[in-house]
């Protein structure tokens, strides 16, 4: 029982608290929780705070998901969405740095409620999900990676899908 007492936050912090416990699809409530986090940390922090602040919240995660892992006595449990939630603004972070009218528009307070954001949180969302969810090469060989690094890896390529997707969008529109 004290080990449990011991390691129980980490199980809370990888769930989001009760966000990993809504009815159906939890990671869909994760990401759709993260899309609110992205905006603030890209406004809060900028292209390359919000690189950075992702990098440590990646390496984070992987700690913390590892761990639930351990707590639960389940490998990727469901419930776990914490790595979903800090993909997510992974999932803008490509597209930002080489599209400077999507960088403006997610470091700029005015422009964030504007038509074209609300599209690319939409379609961040949406591509998000798919790749998710689909688990193309690499993405699904990554969840065989050992401890946290599976859990958390596999939602990382998917976001970088979701940069190559976005990427080309706007090369080509």
């Known amino acids: 029982m004290s080990s449990f007492?011991?390691?129980h936050w980490t199980s809370t912090l990888a769930c989001l608290g009760p966000i990993?416990?809504?009815p159906k699809a939890p990671g869909t409530w994760g990401t759709l929780f993260a899309i609110p986090f992205s905006i603030a940390l890209f406004q809060w922090a900028?292209?390359?705070g919000?690189?950075?602040v992702s990098i440590a919240l990646i390496l984070f995660s992987v700690w913390c998901c590892g761990a639930a892992?351990?707590?639960l006595h389940q490998r990727d449990p469901g419930c776990v969405v914490l790595d979903e939630f800090v993909a997510v603004p992974v999932c803008y972070l490509g597209v930002a740095l080489f599209n400077p009218q999507i960088q403006m528009q997610l470091t700029e307070t005015g422009s964030l409620l504007s038509y074209q954001s609300?599209?690319?949180h939409l379609a961040v969302f949406i591509l998000f999900r798919i790749f998710d969810i689909w688990k193309p090469w690499p993405v699904g060989p990554s969840q065989k990676?050992?401890?946290g690094w599976g859990v958390v890896m596999d939602d990382i390529l998917a976001a970088g899908y979701v940069n190559l997707v976005l990427c080309l969008i706007f090369?080509?529109?």
């Open 145 to 147: 990676w050992p401890r």
């Open 5 to 7: 007492k011991k390691t």
């Open 171 to 173: 090369v080509l529109f």
């Open 46 to 48: 900028g292209i390359w």
């Open 69 to 71: 892992e351990k707590v």
């Open 50 to 52: 919000a690189l950075a």
């Open 20 to 22: 990993g416990h809504l």
């Open 118 to 120: 609300i599209g690319l």
